[in-house]
């Protein structure tokens, strides 16, 4: 069973990758009409893997469904809120 939640978190690591570069650099901006497109394909999938992560046994597929999903998670939730916090639209 708990290699199944490491199997999950990976497929939901590559979801959230493949859908977050889509969004991010073909469909739309960021600050566009897909921003919630953006945050249920790039973003939430990336949370829940990032959670059932720590859950798997430990070895390969734990390392990469937590790194994976946190790089993701930086990239899509972290980093667009500091920038918004330093930066604010104006």
Not at 29 to 37: P, Q, T
Not at 60 to 72: E, P, S
Not at 81 to 87: E, G, K, P, S
């Amino acid at each position: 069973m708990k290699k199944i939640l490491g199997i999950i978190s990976l497929a939901l690591f590559l979801i959230s990758a493949v859908f977050g570069i889509r969004e991010m650099f073909f469909v739309g901006s960021w600050l566009g009409y897909s921003v919630m497109l953006f945050l249920l394909t790039a973003s939430l999938p990336s949370v829940i893997g990032f959670i059932l992560s720590f859950f798997t046994k430990k070895g390969t597929l734990k390392v990469v469904g937590m790194l994976g999903n946190g790089a993701i998670m930086f990239l899509t939730v972290v980093l667009p809120l500091a920038a918004n916090i330093v930066w604010p639209l104006q």
